[in-house]
């Protein structure tokens, strides 16, 4: 039998967000694949398929205790990190970038599932060491070590950009723990001296991409393209847009990936700044949501899970825009429930599926 007060507990408010922002999704992506031809066809069934998937896994994710998760991080962790190695030994190639475990009928990206797990796992190393002051340097080696094995094998792929964002959303969350000032200074500093070796560390692709962030004019017709069509679509929709399915820009088929990594460029155009800003309004309810579920959480577990789940959606928000707009290159980060893609849309719902699951079982530390 079901214990009423799940129910009572169940966020309802989280649940409609989440839901009308992936109404939004699917009318966007309506309209980015309408006049795709061929080369499009049946992406917009798929992502309602997917959809329809990614129900059943937040139902299962909120439906099983969240404090069996810490139990087994660990062991979770390990084979997020075999899936990432099976990417680089059997994966499909697509672009020039190993990404993909092809399964026959299916599909996915491990680094997608990994950015959950990685949450899971630190959160379970830091609430079994719950502690009044600040980490030092030297007690973060663990957890170090524990983020850069997977950042390691993401950025093997090649795929900088999840890279990069695991290592945000682990900082976001060491952040959260608190780490001591002097550690603080000595961990900036150390990442702002290794700015030039990074440099040199990465392939010509990835550097043309941070020069033409800088100069996009510098190659339009190339490495520039992106950023200059989606700022024109972003630009054209003015105030109110130019109404759904009318977005010259995407019917048009100047965006490249504009049912994926540039879908934001295609609502913009076709719903203008009002749109775009009811779109960030909704995510910014859906964070401060999830943001109080970590508040009022009554296990540390529980809070730093929420947290980190708050945090990768953020990232990912704040990154798709960024590169929408032309201030941070072109990384292929997706926006959540928004972008075409199955392994998105599955670990995005089952990220909500814990947030839920985090909050309705609160009641259950109450003296």
């Not at 780490?179 to 692709?205: E, I, M, Q």
């Not at 970590?294 to 990912?316: E, N």
């Not at 032309?326 to 928004?338: A, D, E, K, N």
Request: hydrophobic share 55%; glycine share 8%.
């Amino acid at each position: 039998m079901i214990d009423r007060r799940l129910v009572q507990n169940f966020d309802w408010l989280l649940l409609f967000l989440s839901l009308t922002v992936i109404v939004v999704g699917l009318l966007t992506l309506y309209s980015a694949v309408d006049s795709g031809g061929r080369e499009y066809s049946g992406a917009f069934q798929r992502q309602l398929y997917w959809l329809a998937l990614g129900i059943v896994v937040m139902v299962v994710a909120f439906a099983l205790d969240y404090r069996w998760l810490e139990r087994f991080a660990y062991p979770m962790y390990l084979l997020g990190l075999l899936l990432l190695l099976a990417v680089l030994l059997f994966g499909k190639t697509v672009s020039g970038s190993r990404r993909w475990l092809d399964l026959g009928m299916l599909a996915f990206q491990p680094s997608e599932i990994m950015k959950p797990l990685l949450v899971i796992a630190l959160a379970r190393f830091f609430c079994r060491r719950e502690r009044s002051k600040a980490y030092r340097l030297r007690e973060l080696a663990l957890p170090a070590v524990i983020v850069m094995l997977p950042v390691l094998l993401i950025a093997m792929q090649p795929d900088l950009g999840t890279a990069m964002l695991l290592l945000i959303i682990s900082a976001s969350l060491v952040l959260f723990v608190g780490v001591h000032r002097n550690s603080l200074l000595l961990l900036g500093t150390c990442a702002l001296g290794s700015l030039p070796l990074f440099w040199f560390l990465l392939k010509d692709y990835q550097r043309q991409r941070i020069l033409t962030l800088l100069d996009p004019g510098r190659d339009p017709l190339g490495a520039g393209y992106h950023i200059i069509q989606s700022k024109i679509a972003v630009g054209s929709g003015q105030l109110l847009g130019k109404g759904f399915l009318h977005g010259t820009q995407s019917q048009l088929q100047f965006i490249p990936e504009h049912h994926t990594d540039f879908v934001f460029s295609v609502l913009a155009e076709e719903w203008g700044f009002v749109g775009s800003l009811l779109l960030l309004g909704l995510f910014l309810c859906l964070l401060l949501r999830a943001l109080d579920v970590a508040r009022r959480s009554r296990d540390h577990f529980g809070a730093l899970l929420a947290f980190g789940i708050a945090a990768t959606i953020f990232w990912h928000v704040v990154v798709n825009i960024a590169m929408v707009l032309g201030l941070l290159p072109v990384v292929g980060i997706p926006l959540p429930l928004v972008s075409y893609g199955g392994s998105s849309v599955l670990v995005t719902m089952g990220s909500i599926g814990l947030l839920l699951n985090v909050g309705m079982r609160k009641f259950l530390f109450q003296k």
